[in-house]
Every structure is written in C-alpha cells, then in structure tokens.
C-alpha cells in the first residue's frame, strides 16, 4: 500500500505564491501517474492536474498559466506551484497516484492511492 503525505498548505493572502509537495513511501510503477485535485464543499472534488513519472504534465485549463505541475527527477516527489493564488484556489489539495501512464482524462475513478490532504485557505 502505497502512502502519499502533502505538505505546503496553509493560509495565505490572494496573489502570492505556494508550492505544494507530494511525498511517496515507494516510487515504483505503482507511482509511474501522480497527480492533484482539490476538494470543497460547494463544488466538491476537482482534478486539477497529473504527470507520469517521465513527465508530460497537463493541466485543468482553470489553472493554466498560474499553476504549475512538476516532479523532481531524482527524488519523483510531486509538486503544484500555485501562483497568483485567488479566493476560487481555497480547497484541500489531495496527492493522487496510479500504476501505469495517466489516462486522459485522468479522473478519481482511475486513482489507486490518495494523500490526507493539504488545506489552502485564501484571505483577500
């Protein structure tokens, strides 16, 4: 069983930036598609984006151009570089991770381990 630990949330104002990461116990095939979506209450779950582990990262275009989605080489820890942070970005951020290449689209249906979540509080 694989576990996923986010860290980087907090409570910020709106226009700054935050990174968020994603640490695996185990990078293995198991963890070859990671991703992120973001839970509220209003609008419930939402992906918002994934990357294999060889790269190839795609985005929700509701955060392209501010957002960004990486995983460092060595390490395959996940990262979500939100920039520009506006009130609608305010959720709980969850690491996601599947076996095998990420299916476009990559929905909940297809994520075989999820992290507790990391919250992200907006002030304006």
Known sequence: QVQLVESGGGSVQAGVS???????????YQTTCMGWFRETPVKGREWVGN???????VLTPTVEG?????????????YLRLNNVKSEDAATYRCAARPFRCPRPFTDYHVSYWGKGALVNVSS
Do not use: M, N, W
């Open 18 to 28: 935050l990174t968020l990461s994603c640490v695996a116990s185990e990078y293995s």
């Open 51 to 57: 990357i294999d582990s060889e790269g190839g990262p």
């Open 66 to 78: 501010r957002f960004s989605i990486s995983r460092d080489k060595v390490t395959q820890a996940l």
